[in-house]
């Protein structure tokens, strides 16, 4: 599931460049598909109401997972009169939901970016 979000799904097309119909896939392409579309309501089942708002159409769970990073790009950054225990929360939460969904984050990575963020600003 995690290399199709990574890599996308690209439907067959016949020689115009036409998407070829659904009625003539092979079983590795009907396979695929249907790792995409649970792929796809993993990602939705973990996203709040305004989440999913926020992210709006998609057509694939590389689409959707591309506008998940963009939505949460920055998310790492201590807010305005946030507690470290307050950020260090909101980082708990998001290692959880990679974890959830099979993506894994040494601490040190997060320890190093986290770091570097703050001395950036």
Excluded: Y
């Excluded at 020689?15 to 119909?21: D, I, K, M, N, R």
């Amino acid at each position: 599931m995690w290399i199709i979000i990574q890599t996308g799904l690209e439907l067959p097309r016949d020689g115009t460049g036409e998407l070829v119909s659904c009625a003539n896939w092979d079983t590795s392409i009907m396979k695929k598909v249907k790792v995409d579309a649970n792929a796809t309501c993993m990602l939705q089942c973990e996203l709040t109401k305004e989440e999913l708002n926020k992210v709006g159409s998609f057509s694939s769970a590389k689409e959707l997972w591309n506008k998940l990073i963009e939505l949460h790009e920055g998310a790492l950054d201590a807010k305005e009169g946030e507690t470290a225990s307050q950020l260090h929360a909101r980082i708990q939460d998001l290692l959880n939901s990679l974890h959830a969904i099979g993506q894994r984050i040494e601490n040190r990575d997060v320890i190093r970016r986290t770091v570097f963020r703050i001395r950036i600003a």
